[in-house]
C-alpha cells in the first residue's frame, strides 16, 4: 500500500482547501543585499538557490544560516528579513487556499518552518534541484512546471514538520493521535452521514467525554463544529460545478432542507453557496 489513514486524511484536507502554489519571483542579489519582507495575509515560502544568507524574524528566536537547497515557509505571512554578502538566488512564492489563509492544515503549522537540504530526504533535495534548474533554464512553460513542483514542496514541508517537530498541534497532532485518526478518517469518509459524538467517539474506541475533551483539547474545535467545516469545505468544491443545484449539494451532506445548509454554509465561509457560484 503507498497510503495511509494519515496520507488519507491529508490529502483529502489539501484537495478540499484546494492548494495552488505560485513562484512569484526569480530573484538574483550580488554584494552586499538586504530584502525586508513585511508581513502578508498569505503563506511564503523562499527556496535558496545558489549561495547563502541570513534569516531573521521576530517569530524565530535567533537568526538562522540558510544555504543552496534550504527553504523557508511562513505559514501565516510572519515580516522577515534576508540579507547576505555575495551572489545569492532564490525561488520565492506563496502558497495559497481557496479559504484564504485559515485552514486546518496552515492552523497546524508554526510561524515559521524551515527545512534543510542535508536533513531533507532524497525527493525534497530531488524537486528543489529540478525547481532550481527549471528557473535557470527560462525554458517556455517553466513558470507552469514551477508552481505544480512547489504544490509537492508544500506537502513535504508538512511531512517533514510532521517527522521532526518535537510538538505537533491542531491537526498535525491529531494525525499523530491513533484514536483521533480514526474519527477524522469516518469524518473525511462519509461526510454526509448523520454522525454524532457518540459516534464519532466509537470509532475512536473511546467514551463520549473522554473523546469530546480530547478532540477539542487538540483541534481547538467540537467534533460537530469540525464536521460542519468540513462539509462545507467539501460543499464549496462542488458548488464549482455548474449542474450540481444547491439542493442536491445540501442533501448529499445530510442537509434536510436547503435553508438549512445554506445557514450553515454562511456561518463557516461568511456568505451563502450563491456568492461563490457568481464568483467562479
Known sequence: MLENTEDRILDSALAAYQLHAKVTDNARYCGRWQEPEPAVDTCVFHLIGEGECLLEATCLEQPQHLV????????????????????????????????????????????????????????????????????????FGSRAVLDKLADSLFVMTVRHHLNTAPQRRGLLAALSDAKLRRALAAIHGTPGRDWTVAEL????????????????????????????????????????????????????????????????????????????????
Open 68 to 139: 543552496a537547497g534550504d527553504l523557508v515557509v511562513f505559514p501565516h505571512g510572519s515580516a522577515h528579513h534576508l540579507q547576505g554578502d555575495g551572489y545569492t538566488t532564490m525561488l520565492c512564492g506563496q502558497f495559497d487556499f481557496i479559504t484564504g489563509p485559515h485552514n486546518p492544515v496552515l492552523d497546524a503549522l508554526p510561524d515559521c518552518v524551515i527545512v534543510r537540504e542535508k536533513e531533507a530526504g532524497s525527493a525534497f533535495r530531488r524537486v528543489g534541484q529540478i525547481m532550481r534548474e527549471e528557473a535557470a533554464s527560462g525554458s
Open 201 to 280: 467517539a466509537a470509532e475512536a474506541c473511546m467514551s463520549r467525554t473522554a473523546f469530546s475533551e480530547l478532540f477539542g483539547g487538540v483541534m481547538g474545535v467540537s467534533p460537530i463544529h469540525y464536521l460542519t467545516q468540513w462539509r462545507m469545505m467539501e460543499a464549496l468544491k462542488l458548488l464549482q460545478d455548474s449542474q450540481l443545484s444547491v439542493l442536491a449539494i445540501a442533501e448529499k451532506f445530510g442537509y434536510q432542507t436547503e435553508a438549512a445548509f445554506r445557514r450553515s454554509f454562511k456561518r463557516i465561509h461568511g456568505h451563502g453557496p450563491g456568492h461563490f457560484r457568481r464568483a467562479k
